[in-house]
């Protein structure tokens, strides 16, 4: 199996997060209420706030907005 070229990520990367169970459950609630994965919404605010400081790498591609994808991933 080849390893990607240096500088090109394929796919989303998994990072291992240890989180306070109550943090956990306040962020699910969250998560929930805006339609989104627990992961889709940590996503979101970290990107947020890379934003809000300033340090959103250009490169980065846009998140795919809340609720389920489309049944047809040809329709908007």
């Known amino acids: 199996m080849d390893a990607p070229e240096a500088g090109k990520e394929r796919g989303r ?5 240890r989180i306070d169970p109550a943090v956990h459950q306040a962020l699910a609630k969250w998560a929930a209420d805006d339609l989104r994965s627990v992961n889709a919404q940590i996503e979101f605010l970290l990107r947020r706030a890379l934003d809000d400081a300033g340090r959103m790498p250009a490169k980065a591609r846009p998140m795919r907005g ?7 991933p040809e329709q908007p």
Do not use: Y
């Open 66 to 72: 809340p609720g389920r994808p489309p049944t047809n």
């Open 13 to 17: 990367k998994a990072v291992p997060l």
